[in-house]
Nanobody, 115 residues
């Protein structure tokens, strides 16, 4: 299992950014995918989840209405579109999949919201 996040960067408050997670080593279309984030000095927190077809999604209260999770099963990729970004969204963003009862994480991509 390999997960590779990309697309992070520096963005101003109120701006938008889309991060991606490319998956390999398992049958992507059979697994629910999640995004998490970890801010400096804080524990890693769950952000969003998407079901295998994309029909089901759920979000943490802190990002609901601003972030959108999606997936492309033809590209083995899950996305997180982040709009109306706030200072407190600054974190390393990770994707996660549970395969054979084991958690698998990517290396993360840094998102910094700053003016």
């Amino acid at each position: 299992v390999q997960l590779v996040e990309s697309g992070g960067g520096l963005v101003q408050p109120g701006g938008s950014l889309k991060v991606s997670c490319a998956a390999s080593g398992f049958t992507f279309s059979n697994y629910e995918m999640s995004w998490y984030r970890q801010a400096p000095g804080k524990e890693r927190e769950w952000v969003a989840v998407i079901g295998i077809t994309g029909a089901f999604t759920n979000y943490s209260n802190s990002v609901k209405g601003r972030f959108t999770i999606s997936r492309d099963n033809t590209k083995n990729t899950v996305y997180l579109q982040m709009n109306s970004l706030k200072f407190e969204d600054t974190a390393v963003y990770y994707c996660k999949v549970v395969v054979y009862s084991s958690d698998h994480w990517g290396q993360g991509t840094q998102v910094t919201v700053s003016s």
